[in-house]
């Protein structure tokens, strides 16, 4: 029976790394724990690279070494690799860079494996079992806005790419469900309905407007005030009416956020702030007994090496605050959910909280001190969705932008655009929607997604619409074409999988190959840094690469004697080019 290794080979560049550290250890016997340095290639030498040479010599020279210089550590390396075939030739360049040209045949066969054995046999395999990614979290009574949104889209599909490795993702939804603020909502809630109990998502109307009146009432009326801050401390202790009335302006919070969640298709376990409340009076006062928190001016106070302002868990007036709850959260991930990797998917702004909250835990002995081993904790962040004023995304009144509002001009103008090429006449009602939604919907996420996380990005409906470009429009419909070229040649693609054979005999048939090949590569690369830009330039790559190799006459599909391998390694595109979409929470469409 296969075993999992036989099934899931992980990525090309990983198994040349197990050709090469075979190599190395024959190479250099006395360096023991030397890590292969593969990489893909981008000149005309290869197709990879083994970049060892200088590295090795700059250790070994001067022990009495057989060797002569980099060169010779080259050449020996690409001697010692153990015959495989994967590999066509090897050669030696410059300061001994071990370049490697893959086998067609290889290539070929390991296309049309993927294809019989499905997309999933190319997943890589990250060194952890379970993760939690943190993001979305909104907070109650508040409206989710554009920032909300770039959390809920990055975290989606770092979730979807782990999972897609074989690991368990927690997806967990850090609502901002406890505070201050309850006190000030609850207590206009029974201002507002002496029989609470009747304040449904109705009859309270606009969550949002009712936010904003309760706390003009908080800011204007001292005695409103005092009511207030004495609810929280009832909330806070536990009375009956005050936690059914906090219950009941969270479920309807949550029914709004459920909105932008289905529109977006992204799944979410609720585990808010209130969550982690009992938990922290038990973690500080370990963390105290460790040492690690001191008074200062008051408070009590974690000092964090290297940063000149410390770390606040108990507030002067005794009370909790964010840094408490993602304490005590860490502490719960780790200990109780037992994550080996733990990701918070915030705004850049929260940069330093999350690096003081993580060298806290270092200094508990939570989490190792290195960051290359886990169990690890890791942030995040991005930048600002800016208006094409450049600054940040509101609407003409100032408001921040409401997502459902969003995400439905999105799906409108997309389907008002298909509606102008004529779709009206030939598609279903159904056809059309769910083609506006997908269009739309990935359209907004795509635009998001394609851009480094870190930077600041404009909002603009046009550019994310244009079917030109490296846009989600371009590439669905560029996945709809390969469709219809597989539908026009009337064959049964399922049976041409099993009966006949990839070739990769002209160039642009080798370049396409070789670029589906790097795809686990690529995921593996996306996940590790936690970049799905990454991703999205490769997306972008695949559907231009498949354009040269279509639109050359030499490579001609339909017709041709080599038909049948170019329908597959059509498929294979389409096959790769959906689990892309899949992975970045795209729709494909089949047909424009």
Known sequence: MATEEDECMGSVKAQLAKLFEVSLKVTVPNEPDVEPLVAACTGKFGDYQCNNAMGLWSKIKGKGTQFRGPPAVGEAIKNNLPTSEMIESCSVAGPGFVNVVLSKNWMAKSIQKMLIEGIDTWAPMPPVKKAVVDFSSPNI?????????????????????????????????????????????????????????????????????????????????????????????????????????????????????????????????????????????????????????????????????????????????????????????????????????????????????????????????????????????????????????GKRFRTRNTEVVRLVDLLDEAKSRSKAALIE??????????????????????????????????????????????????????????????????????????????KGTVVLGHKDERDLGLHLLQFAEVVEEACTNLLPNVLCDYLYNLSEIFSKFYSNPECKVIGSDMETSRLLICEATAVVMRKCFNLLGITPIYKI
């Open 421 to 498: 090429r004529g779709k009206g006449e030939e598609w279903t009602e159904e056809e059309i929607e769910n083609t506006a939604e997908a269009v739309g919907y990935g359209a907004v996420k795509y635009a998001d997604l394609k851009n480094n996380r870190l930077t600041n990005y404009i909002f603009n409906f046009d550019q994310m619409l244009s079917d030109k470009g490296n846009t989600a429009v371009y590439l669905l419909y560029a996945h709809a074409r390969i469709c219809s070229i597989i539908r026009r040649s009337g064959k049964d693609i399922e049976e041409l999988k099993n």
């Open 141 to 389: 009574a508040k409206e989710m806005h554009v920032g909300h949104l770039r959390s809920t889209i990055i975290g989606d599909t770092l979730a979807r790419m782990l999972e897609f490795s074989k690991v368990e993702v927690l997806r967990r939804n850090h609502v901002g469900d406890w505070g201050t603020q309850f006190g000030m909502l609850i207590e206009f809630l029974f201002e507002k309905f002496p029989n609470f109990e009747d304040a449904t998502e109705t009859a309270i109307g606009d969550l949002q407007a009712f936010y904003k009146a309760s706390k003009q009432r908080f800011d204007a009326d001292p005695a409103f005030k005092e009511r207030a801050q004495q609810a929280v401390v009832r909330l806070q202790g536990g009375e009956d009416k005050y936690r059914m009335a906090w219950a009941q302006i969270c479920e309807i919070s949550r029914t709004e956020f459920h909105k932008v969640y289905k529109r977006l298709g992204v799944r979410l376990e609720e585990k808010g702030e209130s969550f982690y409340n009992p938990y922290i009076p038990g973690v500080i006062e370990a963390l105290t007994k460790q040492g690690l928190v001191e008074e200062s001016q008051g408070a009590r106070v974690i000092f964090i090496e290297g940063i000149n302002i410390p770390l606040i868990v108990v507030k002067s007036d005794g009370g909790f605050n964010y840094a408490s709850t993602d304490l005590a959260a860490l502490w719960y991930r780790l200990n109780e959910e037992k994550a080996e990797w733990i990701i918070y998917v915030t705004d850049v702004g929260q940069q330093q909280h999350f690096d003081m909250v993580f060298k806290a835990a270092k200094r508990a002995g939570w989490l190792p001190h290195s960051d290359s081993s886990y169990p690890k904790a890791s942030h995040v962040g991005f930048g600002l969705v800016l208006g094409e004023d």
